[in-house]
């Protein structure tokens, strides 16, 4: 199940069978889920998408569930389904990180639109994550000496201060510094900076 997917998680059989037509006519890919338990049990690493999730089920609630995806790290947009009573814990949820929430009787649009944003926003994070896996395979290809010339470079400090530091000659440091820029396949170090802090956490939103 490597494409994009609306995971629905509910109970209720009809509710699931009319979230699944619904999301057909608008041509959003979904599977639909009986329980909170055959979904974690059947869920893999590389399923990507969101889920819609229902509150309160038989067995497994809904906010256990998605205790449980958080736990192990999978960071899936969640939307849940509530009735009027579970406002509360659906934006207590909300705090702890769930995409958003719909109250019963929802309208039909209004959670078609939230699904696809919330698949936009998954598709994103899928993309800054190949682009983070991209940085960090590249910084593994420099050796121990290209590491820290790159780290003085991204200090702004110059080539004839960078050689002084590590007592090296000008010449070598020009070496490093092509050698940096070569395997990270940059052209200047602003970029180099860019790349870098996409794995260090800053400037990656």
Do not use: Y
Not at 3 to 12: N, R, V
């Amino acid at each position: 199940m490597t494409q994009p997917c609306a995971h629905i998680i509910d109970d209720d059989e009809a509710i699931r069978d009319a979230l699944q037509w619904l999301f057909k006519t608008r041509d959003v890919a979904c599977a639909t889920w009986p329980s909170a338990e055959s979904f974690l049990e059947a869920l893999q690493p590389g399923w990507r998408g969101c889920v819609v999730l229902d509150i309160r089920m038989e067995g497994m609630s809904g906010l256990e569930c998605f205790d449980v995806l958080r736990q192990r790290g999978n960071q899936l947009p969640v939307i849940f389904i509530t009735g009027h009573g579970d406002v509360p814990m659906a934006v207590a949820a909300l705090k702890k990180g769930a995409f958003d929430f719909i109250e019963k009787p929802f309208n039909d649009s209004d959670l078609v639109d939230i699904v696809m944003r919330a698949l936009e926003i998954d598709a994103n994070n899928q993309r800054a994550e190949a682009t983070r896996e991209t940085v960090e395979a590249r910084l593994a290809l420099l050796t121990a000496r290209e590491q820290e010339v790159m780290e003085l470079i991204l200090a702004g400090k110059f080539n004839k201060v960078i050689a002084d530091e590590l007592c090296i000659s000008m010449r070598t440091v020009e070496a490093h510094r092509s050698k940096v820029f070569e395997k990270m396949e940059v052209r200047s170090a602003v970029e180099l900076a860019q790349l870098v802090n996409l794995v260090r956490g800053r400037g990656a939103h």
